[in-house]
Nanobody, 115 residues
């Protein structure tokens, strides 16, 4: 059974940093593309960043230069380092993995950027 668990969210002031973690069981994250999505109140869920099995990464335009996605294969964990956070980054952040035709999601972790 595949399970994704996000952690690391919280309340941070504008300009601050957080590091989100996505830990997996039942699947090896190292061989699949892993994505971070976010959903703000009243908005659609949107892609934030993705890391593929070879290590290449893609980022949504609003987070380029501020967020970094990485993986630790030994810990079977993918991270999202978020720097220079802005109020518009406030959202629930979700980890996502697609295995063949099946999509797996974590429960999400809340990130709130406010002074």
């Amino acid at each position: 059974q595949v399970q994704l668990v996000e952690s690391g969210g919280g309340l941070v002031q504008p300009g601050g940093s957080l590091r989100l973690s996505c830990s997996a069981s039942g699947i090896s994250l190292s061989i699949y593309a892993v994505s971070w999505y976010r959903q703000a109140p009243g908005k659609q869920r949107e892609l934030v960043a993705r890391i593929i099995s070879g290590g290449s990464t893609i980022y949504a335009e609003p987070v380029k230069g501020r967020f970094t996605i990485s993986r630790d294969n030994a810990k079977n964990t993918v991270f999202l380092q978020m720097n220079n956070l802005k109020p518009e980054d406030t959202a629930v952040y979700y980890c996502n993995v697609v295995v063949v035709a099946h999509e797996y999601w974590g429960q999400g972790t809340q990130v709130t950027v406010s002074s």
